[in-house]
């Protein structure tokens, strides 16, 4: 009899350890989307990509495919209280002076922010660019500044440009290095 639970014992450590990490952990599970990413998938649950990546054993959380069923682990964080805008801030270029100056003009930017300005080489997207000042979004939602190219990068065809916080906020962009206004 002690043979018989024995062996059933083991059987039962066998399934459970052959089973998805899914079917143990998950609250719930997702579906991926086309477009998605673990970011919004975690806004939408409550928890954070990193806890999703990790649930899934995902080497590069920025690597998922549509249609793609992601366990969805219990939330970490507590509940939110009041709906929380997921609005990304962006910019586009207004006017360039060749080799002197960008203009840009922003929307969705937080508010009480400040935020690096960096230009680099064209498909670095500013990734450890230049950095060129320290820009504060004040009140949030849309400025438009007007910034120095480098001297490093005048004669440069094309310029990427980026706005980083120490908080996680960016956004980047590129330009052609020729006089232009919009």
């Given amino acids: 009899m002690k043979f018989l639970a024995s062996v059933i014992l083991a059987l039962s450590l066998l399934v459970s350890l052959a089973l998805p990490v899914s079917a ?34 995902l080497a590069d959380g920025n690597v998922i495919k549509g249609g793609q069923v992601l366990c969805i682990p219990a939330k970490t964080t507590p509940p939110v209280t009041s709906p929380v805008p997921t ?26 922010q400040k935020f690096d300005v960096l230009m680099g080489p064209l498909g670095a997207k500013g990734v450890n660019g230049t950095k060129v000042t320290t820009t504060d979004s004040g009140a949030g939602g849309s400025f438009s500044a007007t910034y120095n190219i480098p001297a490093n990068l005048r004669g440069a065809t094309q310029i990427a440009i980026r706005l ?7 956004a980047y962009n590129w330009f052609h290095n020729n006089t232009t206004t919009k």
């Fill in 24 to 57: 143990q952990t998950c609250a719930t599970q997702h579906t991926v989307k086309l477009g998605e990413n673990l970011y919004r998938i975690g806004l939408k649950y409550g928890v954070s990509w990193p806890d999703i990546a990790k649930a899934n054993n």
């Fill in 87 to 112: 609005v990304i801030p962006t910019f586009t270029i207004t006017g360039v002076v060749r080799d002197q100056t960008v203009t840009i003009q922003t929307a969705n930017f937080p508010a009480s």
């Fill in 164 to 170: 980083q916080s120490a908080s996680g906020y960016f």
